[in-house]
């Protein structure tokens, strides 16, 4: 007797187009939302470019134009020779940044070392204590250090202004380099004492070299941070000579004949001071996130 079977049917491919319809459909969504992103954060700055070449009467019109009828540099002009000149704010600037970044690493590369590799007594109580100061806002502290600062004949200079820069910064370049430490692996320190390496030599040699995406990382946040301070340049400083490009930028934009807003000037000191940062965000962006990861993760 036959037994009557059914005849086989090709299994339907509908899950699989489906799927795939679904990822094509996540990765366009990613595409728009990455698009939506990086026009929110450009287009301030592209207005503001398009701003500091607009001709004077035309920056300060109301209502606003978005795209200048005719290209001016004048705005520029006024700037490059306003009080001091910029050149002089500029320098001011620079000097303090790398002051603050050489100030950050002579104290937290070596704080961090010996907290993530010397057995010293309650170092993860320390480690958190320095933390803390994460939660205190440094305008608390301007009130203090400026007549410390006055006491020491630190006001009114770089140097004072460094220091002031390097203690705001401390807290998290400490927590970051010292993950960074912890994550070396310790066999390749204790290689380095058994070829008769003192710690020093450790520190230069082994950890260093393996730490660089981190130290970029806190060099680069320490520019970023002391090139962009307004407050505590503003409370430390008082001679024009000394002052850095915020503080310019505050005082420029009231230098018109009848006491309104420069737009054009600014605009122009603006898109200057956005262009060092961004220079060297592109020159070690393949540090920054690699430093932030081994600084995150132990």
Not at 148 to 173: D, E, W, Y
Not at 192 to 221: K, M, N, Y
Request: charged share 10%.
């Amino acid at each position: 007797m036959a037994v009557l079977t059914r005849p086989k049917t090709r299994r339907t491919r509908e899950p699989v187009t489906s799927a795939r319809t679904h990822r094509g459909r996540g990765r366009y969504l990613i595409g728009a939302m990455c698009l939506a992103i990086c026009t929110v954060m450009l287009l301030p700055l592209v207005m503001s470019t398009l701003a500091s070449v607009k001709p004077t009467a035309e920056a300060a019109a109301s209502p606003p134009t978005y795209f200048p009828h005719s290209i001016s540099l004048d705005s520029y002009h006024r700037l490059w020779s306003y009080q001091q000149g910029l050149p002089t704010y500029l320098a001011n600037s620079l000097g303090a940044a790398l002051l603050t970044i050489a100030f950050t690493l002579l104290l937290t590369v070596p704080a961090a070392y010996s907290l993530a590799r010397f057995p010293l007594p309650g170092k993860e109580f320390i480690f958190i204590v320095l933390l803390l100061a994460l939660i205190v806002p440094y305008q608390a502290l301007l009130t203090p250090m400026f007549l410390m600062f006055a006491k020491v004949k630190l006001t009114n200079s770089l140097v004072g202004l460094a220091i002031l820069h390097t203690a705001i910064q401390l807290p998290f370049s400490l927590y970051i380099l010292r993950n960074s430490f912890s994550a070396v692996p310790r066999e390749l320190e204790e290689a380095a004492t058994v070829d008769g390496a003192s710690h020093w030599q450790a520190l230069i040699r082994i950890f260093l070299p393996a730490t660089v995406p981190a130290i970029v990382t806190v060099a680069l946040f320490a520019f970023i941070m002391s090139w962009n301070e307004f407050l505590g340049a503003l409370v430390m400083m008082s001679r024009g000579n000394k002052f850095t490009l915020p503080l310019v930028l505050a005082t420029a934009r009231t230098e018109t004949s009848l006491g309104g807003t420069d737009w054009g000037m600014l605009q122009a000191g603006i898109t200057i001071s956005v262009i060092p940062c961004v220079l060297v965000y592109l020159l070690l962006q393949r540090y920054y996130v690699s430093g932030l990861m081994s600084g995150a993760v132990k």
